[in-house]
């Protein structure tokens, strides 16, 4: 629940919004380090790059332009 705000119409403020898709972002992020070595290691070269690749585009989604207003998510490896 937002709470009121006369200024902005009742619509959370640009702080709170960006804070709410980095907490989304680092929900995601969690996930991904969770994958221990073990299983890291069991993954493919090209699986091992996919994840990575995903990893650093989640860690940049608050540099996206537009952001928190417009954000492209990455794709999640559908094997992950």
């Given at each position: 629940?937002?709470?009121?705000?006369?200024?902005?119409?009742?619509?959370?403020?640009?702080?709170?919004?960006?804070?709410?898709i980095?907490?989304?972002?680092?929900?995601?992020?969690?996930?991904?380090?969770?994958?221990?070595?073990?299983?890291?290691?069991?993954?493919?070269?090209?699986?091992?790059?996919?994840?990575?690749?995903?990893?650093?585009a989640?860690?940049?989604?608050?540099?996206?332009?537009?952001?928190?207003?417009?954000?492209?998510?990455?794709?999640?490896?559908?094997?992950?």
């Open positions: 629940i937002i709470p009121f705000d006369e200024n902005n119409n009742n619509q959370p403020d640009e702080n709170l919004r960006g804070r709410k980095r907490d989304l972002r680092d929900e995601l992020l969690s996930a991904i380090d969770r994958v221990n070595p073990i299983r890291f290691n069991s993954l493919t070269v090209d699986q091992q790059t996919e994840l990575a690749e995903y990893r650093h989640l860690l940049f989604v608050p540099q996206q332009p537009g952001f928190p207003d417009s954000i492209t998510w990455p794709e999640k490896p559908n094997w992950l």
